[in-house]
């Protein structure tokens, strides 16, 4: 936050682009939250994104005239992060057990369903999660 209010106070024209977690970061996610075979995580909605499709945008905003304003990007559908987990695991046939648990956190965090989602008029990547995670085996 505050790099983008000094990008904001400079005189330079830009274009932030603020992009939800990626796909690529759900093992790591799993990994902080397991202890034993069990993985423990709040049902917080979440937007997630691939990688590909925030570089595609990145590209197109770079070539594109400076907005002066800030873009949100996001996956194309919401999903509940103890739910992204578990597709994930059974994806990769792991045995870890996936257990909602409404006091658990988001990296020592406490997230409810507005904390990983993007504002208002997001633009979207293309790639659903569950065809990612299929196609990344």
């Known amino acids: 936050m ?3 209010t000094l990008i904001k106070a400079s ?3 830009y274009t932030i682009v603020r992009a939800t977690q990626f796909f690529e970061f759900v093992g790591g996610i799993a990994q902080s939250a ?4 069990t993985v423990r995580l709040p ?3 979440m937007q997630p994104i ?10 197109e905003v770079a070539l594109e005239e400076p907005l002066n304003d800030t873009i ?3 996956g194309p559908e919401p999903i509940r992060m103890d739910d992204l987990v578990r597709t994930y695991l059974s994806a990769k046939q792991d045995a870890r057990t996936v257990t909602t648990d409404a ?7 406490a997230v409810d369903d507005r ?8 633009r979207l990547g293309q790639t659903r999660f569950e065809d990612w995670v299929k196609n990344s085996n």
């Open 50 to 59: 691939v990688s590909d499709d925030v570089a595609a945008v990145m590209a």
């Open 115 to 122: 904390s990983l989602t993007p504002g208002d008029h997001p």
């Open 103 to 109: 006091r658990a956190s988001y990296y020592g965090v």
């Open 72 to 74: 949100d990007l996001a």
């Open 11 to 13: 005189p330079i024209p």
């Open 43 to 45: 049902s917080a909605l």
């Open 2 to 4: 505050a790099q983008e």
């Open 34 to 37: 397991t202890e034993g075979q």
